[in-house]
């Protein structure tokens, strides 16, 4: 009998750490890399840029992202000058865009981190990656 009760408690104690085990392994990695500047073609469609380059205030922006989750958001996050911009852009199905201005942000350099996330909640995000980079003035 008491035999049959160690056995029962050491299977428990397996089943609960392969689980946890299996809990911690991500689903998948995330990355983001940009910023990428998006222009307007003569046709006026929006164009972007191949690669990176220092954007500007007032530039148009967006962001390349890899990830498994589902409904990805970025939020891109500005400071400098005595400024603030917190700005959302869902990128499915097709990705967003940022204009670096507000009505917060009238000129100006600033740095800025863009987080790429997904809603675990709608109190509450995760944050899969990110990246920083310089606005220029």
Excluded: E, R
């Excluded at 603030?84 to 000129?107: E, H, I, M």
């Amino acid at each position: 009998m008491l035999s049959k009760i160690a056995f029962a408690l050491v299977a428990a104690s397996v089943l609960v750490f392969a689980g946890a085990a299996f809990a911690a392994k991500p689903s998948g990695s995330s990355s983001i890399t940009g910023p990428y500047l998006v222009t307007a073609s003569p046709t006026g469609s929006p164009v972007t840029a191949a690669s990176t380059t220092t954007p500007h205030f007032g530039d148009m922006v967006t962001f390349d992202i890899s990830t498994q989750a589902g409904n990805p958001f970025v939020n891109l996050i500005c400071y400098g000058n005595g400024i603030g911009y917190d700005s959302w852009g869902a990128f499915w199905p097709t990705a967003g865009s940022f204009v670096l201005s507000s009505g917060g942000w009238t000129s100006g350099a600033a740095d800025c981190t863009a987080k790429l996330v997904m809603y675990v909640n709608s109190n509450k995000v995760k944050v899969l990656a990110s990246t920083s980079f310089h606005v220029d003035a």
